[in-house]
Every structure is written in structure tokens, then in C-alpha cells.
């Protein structure tokens, strides 16, 4: 909800935004083979090669993540790990970022998972530009002040 209303505003602003809702896609494990190292491209066929041009397209990205156990959730972390070829020769370099992260109890917890996107992004020289939390244990327990936040962030970009 809280990544939706954020994209919203952005394309209220003129930007054009796709979300992508990783728990529904195809995306293998990194297997830390590291091919990507050497030739750019991940050893994996899958549908991350399509995600990596999207991300590679885009000036701005917002990642949103629930925390699991005070981290983020296994798929963005195998997320993250699957964009090492999109990093290679520092490509990612200058993309701004916006980082929302939700959680259902101990707000502590849910920095975490912020402080792990953040030093991906520090790892691939990505400018975040605003971060946000909230609480919530189910679809639709966010407040409209969430929301309200939300959109700001989504205008920042
Ligand atoms: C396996 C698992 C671990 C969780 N661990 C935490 C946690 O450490 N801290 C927390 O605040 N919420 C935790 N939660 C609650 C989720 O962060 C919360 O329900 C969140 O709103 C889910 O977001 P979603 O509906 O976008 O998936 C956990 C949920 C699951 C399923």
C-alpha cells in the first residue's frame, strides 16, 4: 500500500513508475557463483535479467520491504544480492533511492532493515533520498498518516 501511494504521487509529478511485486516473480537464489564479476552478466536465466534492465533504465527506485525476524524480508535480501551484475562498472551509480520498510512490532527492528538496503545502496554509490517506517501486521493496517508520508517520499523523486 505504502510503495502504491508513493508511486502514485511520483506519477502525479510526471514521473512514469512500474511496480514490481518481487514475491510474485520467478527469481532464483544468487548461488555466489560470481560470474557477474568478470562478465557483468548473472549465470542465472531467470526473470531477474528482465528486472536488471528496468533498474538499470530508471533514474530513481523505491524499495519496500516487510522486516522478518529484524532484517529484511529473505526475497528482498535475495533481491539485493541478485542486482550485483546491475552494480558491475558501477552502473548503479547516482540512482536516487527511497527505502520503506514495515513492521509489526518494535520500531528498532524495522531500522534494520533499512540499515540493510542502505549499505547495499552505499555499496553501489545509490543516493537514498528519503527513508520511511511503519506499523502494521496485515494489508490495510497502515494509517492514512502512513500514507500521507508515503506520498511525500514518492514526491521526492
Ligand atoms: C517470518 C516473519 C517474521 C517477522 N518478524 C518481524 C520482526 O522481527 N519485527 C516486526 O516488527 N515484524 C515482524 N513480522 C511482521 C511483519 O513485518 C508484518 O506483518 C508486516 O506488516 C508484513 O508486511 P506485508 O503485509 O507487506 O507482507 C514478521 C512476519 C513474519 C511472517
Do not use: W
Not at 510503495?3 to 502514485?8: G, I, S, T
Not at 520491504?65 to 533481491?79: A, I, R
Not at 550485483?84 to 524495522?110: T, Y
Amino acid at each position: 500500500m505504502l510503495l502504491k501511494a508513493a508511486l502514485a504521487k511520483a506519477r502525479e509529478k510526471g514521473a512514469e513508475t512500474e511496480f514490481i511485486g518481487l514475491h510474485e516473480e520467478d527469481v532464483e537464489f544468487c548461488d555466489g557463483c560470481c560470474k557477474c564479476d568478470t562478465t557483468g552478466v548473472c549465470g542465472i536465466d531467470d526473470y531477474m535479467k528482465e528486472i536488471i534492465t528496468k533498474i538499470l533504465a530508471a533514474d530513481a527506485i523505491i524499495f519496500a520491504t516487510p522486516t522478518y525476524f529484524g532484517d529484511v524480508s529473505g526475497t528482498m535480501k535475495n533481491f539485493l544480492d541478485r542486482l550485483n551484475p546491475a552494480g558491475i562498472g558501477r552502473k548503479m551509480k547516482g540512482k536516487k533511492v527511497c527505502i520503506i520498510a514495515v513492521g509489526a512490532a518494535d520500531p528498532a527492528l524495522v531500522e534494520r532493515s533499512i540499515e540493510t538496503i542502505k549499505l547495499f545502496c552505499k555499496c553501489q554509490l545509490m543516493e537514498v533520498v528519503a527513508t520511511m517506517k511503519a506499523k502494521a501486521y496485515a494489508t490495510g493496517e497502515v494509517g492514512e498518516d502512513k500514507i500521507r508520508e508515503a506520498e511525500r517520499l514518492g514526491g521526492l523523486l
